[in-house]
């Protein structure tokens, strides 16, 4: 006696995997332009199909179960390889120009996806324009750009967050940093930039002093001072190279917190390929 196969609806999929995103049944609604009864019934025929309890209330929110983490993963595969296959049956026609917004130390993750992208419509041309996270976002607003990655500080807030990373304090391997008061920084230019902004918050807290031996708007243009020994930096946890180390609480430096790095997109409806190249950099941006 054979077994009857099973198979999983797609759209069920999404609905779930949308509410491992945002944690809310009223997010996902706006998320999918569903109604919020349409969500919650989705969400019950995807458990009576796997007959298991997929998701839990906790407070306000919604959180997946042992079970659900692992249905999101296979989830994600499937309607990835769904979205793909139709991306690349429809690639022909498809053209025009996307522009896409970025700081400059977030580009290089980006290269990978963009690479990929490019490959399913090679006759989309792409368009990069890196800035500050606050021009970016008013770009977007002002329909100039397509999709923006940012990171969310005082003035640029909303999008969508696609992932929170830990801010931490860094010095050469090659030279031992000097730590007394004032503690020389490399920091970020003032005015736009919430990295700054959140460190010096922290260290007049602690009641240390400080000075700014060098600022830039990338961290490509503060390595040399950090490099040489002459100051330290505040840096997001995944910018740490090899030769970069972080200093912990035994420096007498104070905790950092973390940022929320968005994704932004003009109101409206999006193209296909704007909607799917979004699609890729929320799932490589959650997966670290």
Not at 133 to 148: F, K, M, N, P, Y
């Amino acid at each position: 006696m054979s077994l009857r196969r099973r198979n999983l609806e797609l759209s069920l999929l999404r609905t779930f995997v949308a509410l491992a995103d945002v944690g809310t049944v009223t997010g996902v609604a706006e998320r999918l332009a569903y109604t919020q009864s349409a969500v919650s019934m989705q969400l019950r025929r995807l458990e009576s199909a796997v007959e298991v309890e997929l998701v839990r209330r906790e407070g306000r929110k919604l959180v997946l179960t042992p079970e659900g983490q692992r249905l999101l993963n296979y989830a994600r595969r499937m309607l990835a390889l769904n979205d793909e296959a139709w991306a690349d049956l429809r690639s022909g026609p498809v053209t025009g120009v996307l522009r896409i917004g970025i700081p400059e130390d977030y580009a290089p993750l980006l290269s990978p996806t963009l690479a990929y992208f490019q490959q399913v419509y090679p006759s989309v041309q792409l368009e990069i324009h890196c800035a500050l996270s606050v021009q970016l976002v008013r770009q977007v607003r002002a329909g100039e750009l397509d999709i923006a990655i940012t990171t969310r500080q005082r003035n640029s807030p909303g999008g969508e967050v696609l992932r929170r990373e830990p801010l931490v304090w860094v010095a050469s391997r090659a030279h031992e940093p000097v730590l007394d008061d004032p503690v020389a920084l490399a920091l970020f230019s003032a005015g736009e930039d919430v990295f700054r902004e959140l460190a010096l918050a922290r260290l007049e807290t602690a009641g240390r002093s400080w000075r700014v031996a060098c600022t830039s708007q990338s961290l490509t243009g503060i390595r040399p001072a950090v490099d040489a020994g002459l100051a330290i930096a505040v840096v997001a946890r995944y910018m740490v190279t090899p030769d970069l180390r972080i200093l912990d609480e035994s420096s007498g430096l104070p905790d950092l917190p973390s940022v929320e790095i968005s994704l932004h997109r003009p109101p409206g409806r999006p193209s296909e390929p704007a909607r799917w190249l979004a699609g890729l950099i929320q799932d490589q941006w959650r997966e670290g």
